[in-house]
């Protein structure tokens, strides 16, 4: 005899079957028929539609034509989520962009709505309209591009101005100056800086006199090509081209370094300890290379000068004795002037620019890597206008 409460059989209650009956429904697979004439696609849905089963979907229907309209049939889904909603909506984007129709049908009001909001929500391609640009607009343009460039040298001279401030006080308080960062420096960029320096040079002075005696050659004035070294080198290229090198190396170096301690926030660390940038960070590195950039200066003007002098000897036979008795009295010691005195203002640029570009730096690589690339390029700009400015400068007095 049969046991269980009353009103139901032994094996199970109505609410029971119900119950199976809907998990049996809800658990169904999922069914797609496709049905393909000369006049329209039909797809046949059954079953559920939910997220691990949009791939399988998207799958059948992305082989679809969109050459004729389209009829979703959706009578027998038992299912469907946002995931499917978002499959066929993507599928109804394709078909109308190609100028086909699409018709769902067979849906209940709840997917209904489900498939409008996942349509509302999905992104739409926003052409912004260009329209052409005007005699004040590109005014205006002009206009944020010379404030641009004022506030950008406002605030180099506002670093330039912080060095000032950081070198008076370590000579009101010696005690506060950093010597060793400052021959840290010094060797960082001075000392490994000189292989490079002095290979350009020698370099630039090979060229020089191989393209200068191929052309004095012309005019029976080969010796005229010690003046032409000795003026270029001592003058203009030496200290020039070893500025250049600087920048290159030691603009990004000082951008890297600084930029590096903004983004690990070591220089706030730095403020709330009491201790000021400028005189740790500023002080040591613009004041070496204002030290050191006259030295590689002098170097670059010797191996250029070396390098002139033996392709002179190999080239056009002028011995060194020669060469040296003819850069002694045709070449007046204020070209050696005019090309020292830039050496000071050129570190201060190349210091001012890296130390300024590397506090710009904000707490990511990708900031980090367009700032240093920033400091290279203006630092050696820089340098080019002001050699610019110095050669108008000193034609104008007479030097």
Known sequence: MATGRPGTDSC???????LNIFRMNVSASPNIEIESTEFEVTVTMRGVFSLPDVTELVASLSTLPVDRPMQIDMAGVTRLDTAAAWALTT???????????????????GPQSLLRTVADAMPKPTEEQMSPLTLTDRLAGLGEAVAGAMKFLLALVGYFGLFLAGLAR???????FRLTALIHHCEEVGVKAVPIVALMAFLIGVVLAFQGSTQLRQFGAEVFVVDLI????????????????????TASAFTAAIGSMKMREEIDAMRTLGIDPAMSLFVPRILALVIMLPILGLIANLMGLLGGGLMAWIELGISPAMFSTRLIDGTDISHVTVGMVKAPVFALIIGVVGCHAGMQVKSNAESLGRMTSTAVVTAIFAVIVADALFSIFFAQIGM
């Open 12 to 18: 199970c209650s109505v609410e029971d079957v119900k």
């Open 91 to 109: 599928l109804s984007a394709r078909f109308e962009a190609a100028g086909q129709r699409v018709e769902i049908k067979g849906l209940g009001a």
């Open 170 to 176: 370590s000579l009101r308080h010696p005690s506060e």
């Open 230 to 249: 000795a003026i270029s080198i001592l003058r203009e290229l030496g200290i020039l081209l070893t500025s250049i090198i600087v920048a290159g190396r």
